[in-house]
């Protein structure tokens, strides 16, 4: 069912393990040419245009693309009492841990009349994008709206692909969720198109152009936010989901395997990596994955997805090897299961979300710890963080000097300018002593 990769008597470097750790065959640039006509398509036909997508991709096209206010009040009111108390107190956790995300503006003093101010200011219009496809994901419109609501962004937009099931409307589901956040523009499309909605606008639907793109998708939504980037700002480029399990003798078998078919759930491509020093441990994680896994709804997707090259049972001598095979993997989601959890905690560098012990699952991240689920995937977080209040600021530097403040520093710049065969740099400041 899933792959073993014996690294025991194996000392790698840190490029080897790069190469040897399991992987997705997934190449966003082969998305690129189909995702860059479907932009442009869009760029030139506007509505005509995403309507025709939905109907080849989505297979429903929506009455409109912009959804009626009127019918996201009227799924707030239609949410089942069980579902909208889970969002309202997925809400609640994410808007908490999200607030403690936000710096304080600081003044740092350089001496007398010599100041920076440092301040974080939010994005003005941010889209917000919600993947349809296998699975209903109200959880990500919690993760994406509710920090961006808390860094200050005024204008939030949401796009998710219209449903054959609902008539060509955005699921249910979704739209109570928006409406339980106060969303009030939202469009029914989805893929490369939307993207490119939302980086160029559509003025027959009265979609204004966003600033920054962030919510996850498939590999063809990645691409066209790897093509838009640079006209607005994207979070990442999310690729399939990953979770790694760094495990010790001491580990529930039971539990870990149930962990791995969570994620495996997700999608055939979807990552599920087990890392141990105990081959007792591995032998017993897999023969739970065999028993487990067939029961589990989509058994299907499941198997597929445990028998592909981007999972494995990694064996190794130790487990600073673990922490080693780990970082150098990045993966989203990290879960701890050793007898000293800060230990191998204390040893890990790379990762977009790090769960410890067997009573915090990825599945909590997913929905209710108070984290953001929106992570690095691909290795991407031994460079980027996960989504969170901080991706919708930007730091600005506020310089105020007096006079006198500039004049201390004016004969240092004056060096530095002629050192740089830049003299108009140092004449600006002397000009203001020239009297």
Not at 36 to 47: K, Q, T
Not at 49 to 69: C, H, T, W
Not at 187 to 203: D, E, L, P, T
Not at 397 to 409: A, D
């Amino acid at each position: 069912m899933i792959q073993t990769l014996d690294l025991r008597g194996r000392h790698p470097s840190r490029a080897e393990l790069a190469d040897l750790v399991p992987r997705a065959r997934v190449d966003v640039a082969v998305a690129s040419e189909a995702a860059a006509a479907l932009i442009s398509d869009v760029r030139d036909r506007g509505e005509a245009a995403l309507r025709e997508q939905a109907s080849r991709f989505d297979r429903a096209e929506p009455d409109s693309i912009r959804v009626d206010p009127a019918r996201i009040t009227a799924a707030v009111v239609a949410l089942d009492p069980a579902v909208r108390a889970a969002i309202e107190e997925a809400i609640a956790r994410v808007r908490v841990a999200s607030q403690a995300q936000v710096p304080a503006a600081a003044v740092t003093a350089l001496g007398p009349g010599a100041e920076v101010i440092q301040r974080w200011q939010p994005v003005t219009r941010v889209g917000l994008y919600v993947p349809g496809g296998k699975a209903v994901y109200p959880s990500s419109v919690v993760m994406n709206v509710v920090p961006a609501q808390v860094a200050g962004v005024r204008s939030v937009v949401v796009a998710s692909p219209p449903q054959a099931e609902f008539n060509g409307e955005v699921h249910p589901v979704i739209l109570g969720a928006c409406g339980l956040l106060g969303v009030e523009e939202v469009y029914a499309m989805g893929g490369a198109g939307a993207i490119g909605a939302f980086a160029y606008g559509v003025a027959d639907v009265a979609l204004d152009p966003v600033d920054l793109i962030t919510g996850p998708g498939n590999v063809y939504v990645a691409a066209a936010k790897r093509l838009v980037r640079g006209v607005v700002g994207i979070d990442s480029e999310a690729g399939p989901t990953e979770i790694l399990i760094i495990a010790d003798e001491h580990a529930n078998a039971r539990l870990v395997a149930a962990d791995l078919i969570s994620q495996a759930e997700h999608d055939e491509i979807a990552a599920a990596v087990l890392v141990t020093d105990s081959e007792e441990l591995a032998d017993r994680v897999r023969a739970e994955l065999a028993a487990q896994a067939p029961s589990t709804r989509h058994a299907e997707r499941v198997a597929e997805a445990l028998a592909g090259p981007q999972s494995a049972i990694v064996l190794v001598d130790d487990l600073p090897a673990a922490a080693a095979v780990s970082n150098a993997y990045g993966p989203e989601h990290l879960e701890i299961h050793t007898a000293n959890l800060g230990e191998t905690l204390d040893s890990i560098t790379n990762a977009g979300a790090i769960f410890l012990g067997a009573d915090s699952p990825v599945s909590l991240g997913d929905y209710l710890a108070g984290s953001n689920h929106v992570l690095p995937t691909g290795g991407q977080s031994r460079f980027s963080a996960g989504l969170g209040a901080s991706t919708f600021l930007r730091s600005q530097q506020i310089i105020r000097y007096t006079h006198e403040g500039l004049q201390e520093v004016a004969p240092l710049i004056r060096n530095l300018s002629d050192a740089e065969h830049l003299p108009a740099h140092g004449d600006a400041v002397d000009a203001r002593f020239a009297d």
